[in-house]
């Protein structure tokens, strides 16, 4: 996995908007993100699987022995997991996970880059259940059996209007025990919190969000910049006072007036038909990408999936990093500092794990994007000219 990381670390330090083979590099580069079963390939060759990484009834064999050795029933369509855009559930992750008895750390690793997602949600009865257990050392069979003794209840749709239970806390209670007994006492007796999850996740994009749209927020000094910064035949999208969701969305992500005219009409101001298929957005980089109709639902504090909430915090602590920068300085062009970009990396990844989320991970499609920007001079122009080849790229295989 490292010659693959440091592969896309040096496309990220190499490419640039200026090369005369950009759009040609960006396809190459989007094809070069390995799926699912890959880098499940990959774990495997690096915890004893020494044929060949061709062989699907090998690989399947030698997973189904890793089962067996743990006393664990083997799942029916391992070999399915190897095949393209194919992604088994959290669920049997964390089998897999107890399988080859990763710890807390492996375990969390094997999330961010195998499965490209967070780690243990210990605001979810099982998982916290599978925090336990992988901590303390016991057995898959054991957290079965701990679960079978909580009472299941279905998840809330709102975060509640209340002081809620926030994840941390959760895993500081569970660092600090031992017992399986002492567990179900504490989930069972406060089991209405197991109800919900990522209210520190949404609580940050609400703050962010308001920051970004207030009146003389954000998205509204940028929009004055952006004004005075191109001419009429550019005409960028550029937020004004009482600017609607949609608007400082397509600010943000740079569309033109005219693209987010046409979206608004034709799509229900929407760009998944963009994003769908895209050359440029492979495997789950398009998926669950940040939109209004997303950022609208977490205002409301509706809980959405973890992938939809982990990438809109990333667009919206980027996005809010660049725009005070560029307002404080008066210039949308301002040049970035070395470190103006590593504190924002910095930044970016702070607020992922406060909110329990994996750092960013070059290796994922979706965070290369923002890695990729902040090496350019200008970051938050190069997000933006990234999503113009997106639409690019979809325009042309329109056009074919």
């Not at 679960?147 to 209670?173: A, D, S, W």
Request: proline fraction near 2%; include cysteine; aromatic fraction near 14%.
């Amino acid at each position: 996995m490292d010659r693959y990381t440091e592969f896309l670390r040096k496309q990220i330090e190499t490419l640039s908007p200026d090369d005369d083979y950009y759009e040609i590099r960006l396809r190459e580069i989007a094809g070069s993100f390995r799926g699912y079963g890959e880098a499940l390939s990959d774990f495997i060759a690096d915890h004893g699987y020494t044929d060949a990484l061709s062989d699907v009834d090998a690989k399947a064999k030698f997973i189904r022995g890793k089962f067996k050795a743990a006393d664990m029933k083997s799942p029916r369509d391992i070999k399915k997991w190897f095949a393209p855009k194919m992604k088994p559930n959290r669920d049997t992750i964390f089998q897999i996970c107890f399988a080859f008895r990763l710890g807390v750390d492996e375990t969390n690793d094997f999330f961010r880059r195998v499965y490209f997602d967070r780690g243990f949600d210990c605001h979810t009865i099982s998982e916290a259940v599978y925090y336990f257990c992988t901590k303390n050392n016991l057995t898959y069979r054991d957290a079965q059996d701990i679960i079978c003794r909580i009472p299941t209840q279905g998840k809330i749709k709102n975060i509640p209007r209340r002081e809620v239970l926030y994840t941390g806390t959760i895993i500081e209670y569970i660092n600090s025990i031992e017992s399986a007994d002492d567990l179900i006492e504490y989930i069972t007796s406060n089991i209405n919190d197991f109800l919900y999850n990522h209210a520190t996740a949404i609580r940050f994009i609400q703050e962010l969000w308001t920051e970004i749209s207030k009146e003389h927020g954000l998205a509204q000094l940028e929009g004055k910049l952006i004004k005075r910064s191109f001419t009429d035949e550019e005409d960028y999208v550029a937020a004004d006072s009482g600017a609607s969701t949609w608007t400082i969305f397509s600010q943000i992500i740079g569309l033109r007036n005219e693209s987010a005219n046409d979206y608004a009409i034709k799509y229900n101001r929407s760009i998944s038909s963009v994003l769908k298929k895209n050359v440029l957005m492979p495997l789950n980089a398009g998926d669950c990408f940040p939109s209004q109709q997303g950022i609208d639902a977490l205002m409301r504090g509706e809980m959405k999936d973890n992938d939809l909430i982990r990438k809109m915090l990333v667009l919206l602590v980027f996005y809010t990093y660049w725009a005070k920068i560029i307002i404080r300085n008066n210039d949308e062009f301002y040049l970035r500092t070395d470190a103006d970009s590593e504190r924002c990396f910095d930044t970016m990844n702070q607020y992922l794990l406060d909110a329990g989320y994996q750092e960013l991970y070059a290796g994922n499609p979706y965070d290369w994007i923002f890695m990729w920007a902040l090496n350019d001079e200008n970051p938050l122009w190069a997000f933006r000219f990234f999503i113009g080849e997106v639409f690019a790229a979809k325009e042309e295989e329109a056009g074919d």
